[in-house]
């Protein structure tokens, strides 16, 4: 299995992120390469505890994550 602690497996990431092309069209999904780099970021960085989304309370449900966004939009992401 590959991990990021195999430093072949990091170039190979690196590789392919160097060949992303902001015009290009996905093959799935709506989301733009920018998109979905920050996504991806977004994602990691809530892992490593660095952001922590806001929950708030929807009528009738229980507690929900806001959907994050990315782009330079507002978001409901704090800092952690």
Do not use: F
């Not at 709506?30 to 505890?49: F, I, R």
């Not at 922590?52 to 939009?73: C, D, E, F, I, Q």
């Amino acid at each position: 299995m590959k991990h990021l602690y195999q430093p072949e497996v990091v170039a190979e990431l690196q590789q392919r992120i160097g060949r992303l092309q902001s015009g290009a069209k996905g093959n799935w999904g709506t989301m733009n390469a920018a998109q979905a780099l920050a996504h991806c970021a977004t994602s990691l960085q809530m892992a490593l505890g660095l952001v922590n989304p806001r929950r708030t309370r929807r009528r009738g449900s229980s507690y929900h994550n806001h959907a994050l966004t990315v782009g330079g939009k507002t978001g409901d992401v704090e800092p952690a």
